[in-house]
Every structure is written in structure tokens, then in C-alpha cells.
Nanobody, 124 residues
């Protein structure tokens, strides 16, 4: 079993920045991909960003490209999401997700474990 704990959410004005963190613990595999997803009220969960075990491969949703950066520190079993130039439409609960193996994906049903989520609210 793998546990994921997100932190770093909060309330920020439009144009501001936040950095989310997600720590993985438990029986983590030797290599795993990590992703961030978000879900706004009344909407489906959507992909935000993903990163491979090595960090050499990353994917981003078009809506966040150029504003968000995903990174990871494998020594700390931690993945980060740096969010800059935040917009009110970025308001959502943000979830990190864990996928066994070296490949990464934008599909939420291909992730094996999920965190509880952290709320991000961007005021206009």
C-alpha cells in the first residue's frame, strides 16, 4: 500500500503563486510516475501534469503550460507542483497520484494510488 499526502494549498489572489507538495510513503516501488489532477465543483477530475521517475519526461495540460511546473525529489519521495500566474479558473481541489512503473500518463484511471487532495482557491 502507498500513502500520498498533499500540502501547500490555500487562498491566493489572481496572479499569485503556490507550491504544492506530495509525499509518498509505504511500499513504494523502485520506480514510479507521479501526476497531479484537479477537480472543481460540479466538474470532472482533470489532468494537470505528470512526471516520470527520472524527471526527464513531463506532460502538462494545455491550460497550465507555461504557468505550472512539476518536479520531484526521489530522495524525499516527494513531487511538487509550482503554480505561477494563478487564475480564478485554477480554483479546485488538487490531487496527486502515483503510478507504478516508468511510464507516465494523462489518464486518471491508469494511476494506482491517490492522495486526499488539497484545496486551491484563487480570488479575482
Amino acid at each position: 500500500q502507498v500513502q500520498l499526502v498533499e500540502s501547500g494549498g490555500g487562498l491566493v489572489q489572481a496572479g499569485g503563486s503556490l507550491r504544492l507538495s506530495c509525499v509518498a510513503s509505504g511500499r513504494t516501488f523502485s520506480s514510479y510516475g507521479m501526476g497531479w489532477f484537479r477537480q472543481a465543483p460540479g466538474k470532472e477530475r482533470e489532468f494537470v501534469a505528470a512526471i516520470s521517475w527520472s524527471g526527464m519526461s513531463t506532460y502538462y495540460a494545455d491550460s497550465v503550460k507555461g504557468r505550472f511546473t512539476i518536479s520531484r525529489d526521489n530522495a524525499k519521495n516527494t513531487v511538487y507542483l509550482q503554480m505561477n500566474s494563478l487564475k480564478p479558473e485554477d480554483t479546485a481541489v488538487y490531487y496527486c497520484a502515483y503510478r507504478r512503473g516508468v511510464l507516465i500518463t494523462k489518464k486518471f484511471d491508469e494511476y494506482d494510488y491517490w492522495g486526499q487532495g488539497t484545496q486551491v482557491t484563487v480570488s479575482s
